[in-house]
């Protein structure tokens, strides 16, 4: 495996559901994000992690609850969603954060396309 | 909150002519510049990165930046049919690590 991966691809699920989305960076990267991105709209950041500590809460509500257990590895808690939740969530990963430059480039992985019934 | 503005399109361009994308940002004190491609239903792919003023180029590829009028363009030359896809201006502050995106630009290349 080579960059970033995220799983599942597709997601459907009901609003008493509890799922995870898993993301997995290959990239030996410090820094990975959670975005949403929702038809039509920009991407918003909703979680950056630094070294597997948050640094970022971008006024997400609860029920999404991001966990990061090691520098490579970020995972998405979703729990009692809302039909307006569904979107494309995408995580990406930096070499560094902050400071400009080449260091802070990220790369996404292909997205998990959720959906809420 | 750094704004970035992008026209949404759709830019219809013929196969083998430029396309011309423009993006502005609002926060003057912003440093690195991005220009990813976002294909359908895929996910977005980072094509272009420039940090000073002047033009970089990439293959078939220029970004060009104005940083006094707070602008950032992406130029495609020879477009093909597979440069058809939605382009995202993404823009990062000196002291802000976080990227604010526009809500890109979709692009169709008529062969």
């Known amino acids: 495996e080579t960059g970033v991966t995220q799983t599942p691809r597709h997601l459907v699920m009901g609003m008493t559901n509890k799922k995870s989305l898993k993301c997995e960076q290959h990239?030996?990267?410090?820094?990975m994000y959670w975005y949403k991105q929702s038809a039509k709209k920009p991407l918003e950041l909703m979680f950056v992690?630094?070294?597997?500590?948050?640094?970022e809460n971008n006024s997400v509500p609860s029920r999404f609850s991001p966990e990061c257990p090691n520098s490579s590895h970020l995972f998405l808690h979703l729990h009692t969603l809302q039909p307006e939740d569904s979107a494309l969530y995408l995580c990406a990963s930096s070499q560094d954060l902050g400071g400009g430059g080449s260091t802070d480039t990220q790369y996404f992985g292909p997205g998990t396309r959720l959906t809420v019934l | 909150q750094k704004e970035v503005e992008q026209n949404s399109g759709p830019l219809s361009v013929p196969e083998g002519a430029i396309a011309s994308l423009n993006c502005t940002y609002s926060d003057r004190g912003s440093q690195s510049f991005f220009w990813y491609r976002q294909y359908s239903g895929k996910s977005p792919e980072l094509i272009m990165s420039i940090y000073s003023n002047g033009d970089k180029e990439d293959g078939r590829f220029t970004a060009q930046l104005n940083k006094a009028s707070q602008y950032v363009s992406l130029l495609i030359r020879d477009s093909q049919p597979s440069d058809s896809a939605t382009y995202l201006c993404?823009?990062?502050?000196?002291?802000?690590?976080?990227?604010?995106f526009g809500a890109g630009t979709t692009v169709t290349v008529r062969a």
């Open positions: 992690y630094s070294l597997e500590e948050r640094v």
């Open positions: 993404a823009v990062e502050g000196p002291y802000d690590y976080k990227l604010s």
């Open positions: 990239l030996g990267h410090n820094a």
